[in-house]
């Protein structure tokens, strides 16, 4: 293992993917609390926060999907991946998607981090 490999430092055990996939979960958990404050206790500067917080996440993910693609393509070399069917169809209120977005992003990031191994034995 060479110091200067770029592989190394980029996408070691703890890769740049894994870090920055956080930030815009976070931002987009925060925006829906605030969209559900903004509807709830009916204030625009509630709903321009969460606005703002919806916003930048969608940014954030730019280089989340960067760098995944990046590890995939190094660390997997660019292996096929499984494609699931998607049989739900979800209804057409913002409230009950972005719940159900928020469970999914939770529990895919506490089973991500099972299977990575960094949360337990693997």
């Not at 930030?23 to 509630?46: C, H, M, T, Y």
């Not at 280089?63 to 998607?86: D, N």
């Not at 169809?89 to 299977?115: D, Q, S, W």
């Amino acid at each position: 293992m060479h110091p200067f490999d770029i592989k190394t430092v980029l996408f070691a055990k703890h890769a740049q993917h894994v870090v920055l996939i956080h930030f815009p979960i976070a931002l987009f958990i925060i925006g829906v609390l605030f969209d559900f404050l903004s509807q709830w206790k009916n204030q625009r500067l509630l709903a321009a926060a969460a606005y703002y917080n919806l916003l930048v996440a969608a940014i954030a993910t730019l280089p989340v999907v960067v760098s995944g693609i990046l590890a995939w393509q190094w660390e997997l070399e660019g292996q096929k991946l499984t494609r699931r069917k998607q049989q739900a169809v979800l209804p057409g209120y913002r409230f009950p998607i972005e719940a159900v977005a928020v469970v999914i992003v939770a529990l895919t990031g506490h089973l991500g981090g099972f299977l990575s191994g960094v949360n337990g034995p693997g």
